[in-house]
């Protein structure tokens, strides 16, 4: 069945550890994207791909990074992870050319760094 | 500059009753309009889109939405609410013209659906 997953669902983890969230998608979809939302709030591209070895930056800084390096593959990976780090991270992807195409999104990783 | 605006933070409906929950937007051009719902500790689900012809769009569930240009706004609307439907609602808007991927998200709208 295409979907799209990300792994670890939930994540608690201490000041200064490494830390990447696993995001795959079987749908064969060019374009991939990672969103962080506050619990009930809006949501904010950090990161986006439009496909292998493509990466940008989204509208809200963040300091994590991001490899695209197969197709159905997006980990997004934070070198040093601090509290304000706190959040829930959505990663989506979407068909090329993608403009008119929805997102479809997988259920999120919830990150709490103590 | 793209952006969206659900002006209510939380709706409170009867079940049977209709449903709105209103989205207003503003973006260069041509807008494509999309609707998702996101249930408690899940990711979002896309409900409908709007990118091109009739102003009525109808989705899943028996959703529906309407685009008004001249109103810029895309309200999503349901005949008879159920307790399920209770979740939060976002709006969110694309210029055609644009070059980014980037998809506006609003700020959301909590429906919470009354028994």
């Known amino acids: 069945e295409a979907d799209i997953y990300q792994t670890p669902r939930y994540l608690v983890i201490g000041t200064g550890k490494k830390i990447t969230l696993e995001c795959s998608q079987t749908?064969?979809?060019?374009?991939m994207y990672w969103y962080q939302q506050d619990p009930g709030m809006e949501l904010h591209l950090i990161h986006y791909?439009?496909?292998?070895?493509?990466?940008e930056k989204g509208d809200l800084s963040s300091e994590s990074t991001v490899s695209r390096i197969r197709t159905e593959h997006f980990p997004l990976t934070l070198e040093s992870a601090r509290p304000s780090h706190t959040s829930q991270y959505l990663c989506?992807?979407?068909?090329?050319?993608?403009?008119?195409?929805?997102?479809?999104f997988g259920p999120g990783t919830r990150l709490t760094v103590l | 500059a793209q952006s969206v605006a659900q002006p209510e933070d939380q709706v409170n409906v009867a079940e049977g009753n209709p449903l709105t929950v209103k989205c207003t937007y503003s973006v260069s051009g041509n807008p494509y309009l999309f609707w998702y719902v996101q249930y408690p500790n899940r990711g979002l689900q896309f409900l409908l889109k709007y990118i091109t012809g009739d102003n009525l769009v109808k989705g899943s569930y028996g959703f529906e939405a309407e685009f008004n240009k001249s109103q810029t706004s895309f309200h999503l609307k349901k005949p008879s609410a159920l307790v399920s439907d209770s979740a939060l609602y976002f709006c969110?808007?694309?210029?055609?013209?644009?070059?980014?991927?980037?998809?506006?998200f609003g700020t959301g709208t909590r429906l919470t659906v009354i028994p």
């Open positions: 969110a808007v694309r210029g055609a013209q644009t070059g980014a991927n980037n998809l506006f």
């Open positions: 749908m064969g979809h060019d374009k």
């Open positions: 989506a992807s979407s068909e090329s050319p993608g403009l008119r195409n929805e997102q479809f």
């Open positions: 791909s439009y496909g292998v070895n493509s990466t």
